[in-house]
Nanobody
Framework: QVQLVESGGGSVQPGESLRLSCAAS????????WTWYRQRSGKEREGVAV???????NYRDFTKGRFIISRDSAKNTLYLQMNNLAPEDTAMYYC????????????????????WGQGTQVTVSA
């Protein structure tokens, strides 16, 4: 059974960087799209960045060019490089994989039938 395991979260100061990882178990892992989400305290889960199976990517506006999503197919691992972090980036970050078709304009919506990881906490404070 394929599982997703996030890592790389932690506590940092504003302006610092973190790189999150999402490792998929199993020999072959080819989701239609692979997405980073976050859930801030008291807020709904929201999409952050996505990588489609053709290698194309998309980001939410609030990343403002600070975040970079990438993938190492050989390692079945998705990354999220987060630079110039701000307190409002404090959240639990999750990765999720969808194996069925998802309209591109809906990539940022959390889907219950996706494969989800357990999350990794990111805290940004002075």
């Amino acid at each position: 059974q394929v599982q997703l395991v996030e890592s790389g979260g932690g506590s940092v100061q504003p302006g610092e960087s973190l790189r999150l990882s999402c490792a998929a178990s199993g020999a072959t892992f080819s989701p239609y799209l692979w997405t980073w989400y976050r859930q801030r305290s008291g807020k709904e889960r929201e999409g952050v960045a996505v990588m489609f199976n053709d290698g194309s990517t998309n980001y939410r506006d609030f990343t403002k060019g600070r975040f970079i999503i990438s993938r190492d197919s050989a390692k079945n691992t998705l990354y999220l490089q987060m630079n110039n972090l701000a307190p409002e980036d404090t959240a639990m970050y999750y990765c999720a994989a969808d194996f069925g078709f998802v309209p591109a304009f809906q990539w940022w919506l959390p889907r219950s039938d996706a494969l989800w990881g357990q999350g990794t906490q990111v805290t940004v404070s002075a």
